[in-house]
């Protein structure tokens, strides 16, 4: 079964960064297509982000683009979710998933498409 922990959540000033870690278990990580979503209070989750699984691909929601990247450590088993010039309204519980793609390169902003998810980390940014 694969398990998907992430970490590297906070408190943080409008303006600032930080880095979102998750580290995979018990599956065949360098295989996976990872993906990143959040979810604000009182809103559906959206998606953020995902990597295809050779870390050659991303693809990006309009309001992650040009702010937030999205990398990956196969050797490490770990995604990241670097989030720079943060803004309140990126305030969310972000999430990582895994797609059992089998080293497909296509990527996809679609939740169900996905079979793996971790249980998130809080963000909150400050104005």
């Known amino acids: 079964q694969v398990q998907l922990v992430e970490s590297g959540g906070g408190l943080v000033q409008a303006g600032g960064s930080l880095r979102l870690s998750c580290a995979a278990s018990?599956?065949?990580?360098?295989?996976?297509?990872m993906g990143w979503f959040r979810q604000a209070p009182g809103k559906e989750r959206e998606f953020v982000g995902a990597?295809?699984?050779?870390?050659?691909?991303?693809y990006y929601s309009n309001s992650a683009k040009g702010r937030f990247t999205i990398s990956r450590d196969n050797a490490a088993n770990t995604v990241y979710l670097q989030l720079n010039t943060l803004k309140p309204e990126d305030t969310a519980v972000y999430y990582c998933?895994?797609?059992?793609?089998?080293?497909?390169?296509?990527?996809?902003?679609?939740?169900?498409?996905?079979?793996?998810w971790g249980k998130g980390t809080q963000v909150t940014v400050s104005s």
């Open positions: 998933a895994a797609e059992d793609s089998n080293y497909s390169s296509t990527l996809t902003g679609a939740e169900y498409e996905y079979d793996y």
């Open positions: 018990g599956g065949t990580f360098s295989s996976y297509t």
């Open positions: 990597i295809s699984w050779s870390g050659t691909g991303t």
